[in-house]
């Protein structure tokens, strides 16, 4: 599957963005998605994602009530609302798919075959 992010950009703290994640090639639905994030200096993190089944979705502590991801599985994209940005999630953003990764990998980003090619989202404090 090819993945194509978008929707990043400069806004001020307390600020809102949503990025989305378009997928092309093969069946959609049968690929788990998740964001990553990577600032400066810093290694790529994990920020939400879907569970292998689809049914659930988890978050790292630090976006948890302000960071919504969903998928719209008739337009093959995974979305990434996020609300109350902070100057510390200024990082470039990566969608991600796999087919294989297991459970307890999702939120390790090696267990991700395939990469978007990351949208910068930088937000002034």
């Known amino acids: 599957v090819q993945l194509q992010a978008s929707g990043g950009g400069l806004v001020e703290a307390g600020g809102s963005l949503r990025l989305s994640c378009a997928a092309s090639?093969?069946?959609?639905?049968?690929?788990?998605m998740g964001w990553f994030r990577q600032a400066p200096g810093k290694e790529r993190e994990y920020v939400a994602g879907f569970s292998r089944t689809g049914g659930y979705t988890y978050y790292e502590d630090s976006v948890k009530g302000r960071f919504t991801i969903s998928r719209d599985n008739s337009k093959n994209t995974v979305y990434l609302q996020m609300n109350g940005l902070k100057p510390e999630d200024t990082a470039v953003y990566y969608c991600a798919a796999s087919q294989t990764v297991i459970q307890s990998a999702l939120r390790t980003s090696r267990a991700y075959a395939n990469w978007g090619q990351g949208t910068l989202v930088t937000v002034s404090s």
């Open positions: 090639g093969r069946t959609f639905t049968n690929w788990v």
